[in-house]
Nanobody, 118 residues
Framework: QVQLVESGGGLVQPGGSLRLSCSAAGTRLSIFAMDWYRQAPGKQRELVAH???????NYGDSVKGRFAISRDNTENTLYLQMNSVKPEDTAVYYCHADVPGRPELSFWGQGTQVTVSA
């Protein structure tokens, strides 16, 4: 059974930094494309960042230049480095893993809360 567990969320001041982690149990993350999504109260879940199995990345427009997604396959962990955070970054952040074309191989973490406030 695949389990994804996010950590690193919390309260951070505007302009500050935070690093989220997503660790996996029951599988090797190296075979999955990985994403970070977020969902703010009253809003739809949105894609924050994506990384392929070979390390190619892309980002949502609202976080380009501020956030960085990375993966460490030896540690079986996905990261999201969040810099220059803004109040509008406040949301629950979710880790997602999938194999393109294989809908049965799609897994979500439980989410971690990030709150940006002075």
């Amino acid at each position: 059974q695949v389990q994804l567990v996010e950590s690193g969320g919390g309260l951070v001041q505007p302009g500050g930094s935070l690093r989220l982690s997503c660790s996996a149990a029951g599988t090797r993350l190296s075979i999955f494309a990985m994403d970070w999504y977020r969902q703010a109260p009253g809003k739809q879940r949105e894609l924050v960042a994506h990384i392929t199995t070979d390390g190619s990345t892309n980002y949502g427009d609202s976080v380009k230049g501020r956030f960085a997604i990375s993966r460490d396959n030896t540690e079986n962990t996905l990261y999201l480095q969040m810099n220059s955070v803004k109040p509008e970054d406040t949301a629950v952040y979710y880790c997602h893993a999938d194999v393109p074309g294989r809908p049965e191989l799609s897994f979500w973490g439980q989410g971690t809360q990030v709150t940006v406030s002075a």
